[in-house]
Nanobody
Framework: QVQLVESGGRLVQAGDSLRLSCAASGRTFSSYSLGWFRQAPGKEREYVAR????????YYAGSVKGRFTISRDNAKNTAYLQMNSLKPEDTAVYYC????????????????WGQGTQITVSS
C-alpha cells in the first residue's frame, strides 16, 4: 500500500513554470507506476502524464506534450511534474496516482490517489 501527497500547486500567470511534487510513503514505491491526472470544474478527470516503475518510460497527453515533464526519484519516494508554458486551460486540481503494474491512461486503473493540488493559471 502507498499513500500519496501532492504539493506545489498555486496561482500563476500564463507562460509561467511550476513543478508539482508527489511524495509517497511506503517501502515499495519503485514497484508502482505513476500517473498525473487533472480535473477542472465541471469536467471529467483527465490523464496528463504517466511514468513506468523505473522511470525509463514516460508518456504524455497531447495537450501537454512538449510543455510538461514527468519524472520520479525512487530513492526519495517522490514523483514530479514539471510544467512549463502554462496556459489558462491548464487550470485544474492535479492528482498523483499509483498502480501496481504498467502505467495506464485510465484513471480507473489506478489503485492509490493523492488528495490533489490546485493550479490556477491566470491570463
Amino acid at each position: 500500500q502507498v499513500q500519496l501527497v501532492e504539493s506545489g500547486g498555486r496561482l500563476v500567470q500564463a507562460g509561467d513554470s511550476l513543478r508539482l511534487s508527489c511524495a509517497a510513503s511506503g517501502r515499495t514505491f519503485s514497484s508502482y507506476s505513476l500517473g498525473w491526472f487533472r480535473q477542472a470544474p465541471g469536467k471529467e478527470r483527465e490523464y496528463v502524464a504517466r511514468i513506468s516503475q523505473s522511470g525509463s518510460f514516460t508518456y504524455y497527453a497531447g495537450s501537454v506534450k512538449g510543455r510538461f515533464t514527468i519524472s520520479r526519484d525512487n530513492a526519495k519516494n517522490t514523483a514530479y511534474l514539471q510544467m512549463n508554458s502554462l496556459k489558462p486551460e491548464d487550470t485544474a486540481v492535479y492528482y498523483c496516482a499509483a498502480r501496481a503494474g504498467s502505467s495506464s491512461t485510465l484513471y480507473g486503473n489506478y489503485d492509490y490517489w493523492g488528495q490533489g493540488t490546485q493550479i490556477t493559471v491566470s491570463s
